[in-house]
């Protein structure tokens, strides 16, 4: 039982250049999270999935993009990446409005 | 808007010193306050949940407290272990399918 599993764990970009961060669950959970966490600023959600097929925007969304095709997974893409996006990336999940759980987070930087 | 507040930002206390951290909220109707742990490099941990004003829970050195304005984290007798930032996230009535964090109270324990 892994829990929460997010891919890859460290990541340096070019300005400009896409990613995607891949987040998985095993623990059969409905909703499922991506936060950002910046020095002095905490955790700030930029979109959230209430269920497979579903997302919908959090407080600091622009830059990003999510899918949620499979129930399990959850993926935050970056299409043209800006050093402002800079962060540490977690991903979480929950049982519909109870506790989430987080992964081990994902340390990107733009250059 | 929904707000929460963590103070202080940061406490240094020697191995066996008691104290508090607070966690004040503004909210349209409280759905659940959280606790969680998280040490450098790592993803928050999950503490505890309180859902009613008056509820207690209590795990090892920990114990927190709601009321309806704020909540407390009572640390008994640590030690440097206890060493981590310690985090506060709410649900409410308006965003419950959202976890709202506050910037979190960095604890150094001494030895």
């Known amino acids: 039982n892994a829990g929460v599993t997010q891919t890859p764990k460290f990541r340096v970009l070019k300005t400009g250049q896409s990613m995607t961060l891949l987040c998985a669950q095993d623990?059969?959970?409905?909703?499922m999270y991506w936060y950002r966490q910046d020095p002095g600023m905490g955790l700030r959600l930029i979109h959230y999935?209430?269920?497979?097929?579903?997302?919908a925007k959090g407080e600091v969304p622009d830059g990003y993009n999510v899918s949620r095709l499979k129930k399990q997974n959850f993926l935050l893409g970056l299409e043209s990446a800006a050093p402002s996006q800079t962060s540490v990336y977690f991903c979480?999940?929950?049982?519909?409005?109870?506790?989430?759980?987080f992964g081990q987070g994902t340390r990107l930087t733009v250059v | 808007e929904d707000q929460v507040t963590q103070s202080p930002e940061a406490l240094r206390l020697q191995e066996g010193e008691s104290s508090s951290l607070n966690c004040s909220y503004t909210?349209?109707?409280?759905?659940?306050l959280f606790w969680y742990r998280q040490d450098p490099g790592k993803g928050p941990e999950f503490l505890f949940t309180?859902?009613?004003a008056g509820e207690e829970k209590e795990k090892e050195r920990l114990k927190a407290t709601l009321t309806k304005k704020e909540s407390f984290l009572h640390i008994t007798a640590p030690k440097p272990e206890d060493s981590a930032t310690y985090l506060c996230?709410?649900?409410?009535?308006?965003?419950?399918?959202?976890?709202?964090f506050g910037s979190g109270t960095q604890l150094t324990v001494l030895p």
């Open positions: 979480a999940s929950s049982y519909m409005n109870t506790e989430a759980f």
């Open positions: 623990m059969n959970h409905e909703y």
């Open positions: 999935s209430v269920g497979e097929g579903t997302t």
């Open positions: 909210v349209s109707g409280l759905r659940g």
């Open positions: 309180l859902y009613s």
């Open positions: 996230a709410v649900r409410t009535k308006g965003s419950a399918r959202q976890l709202t």
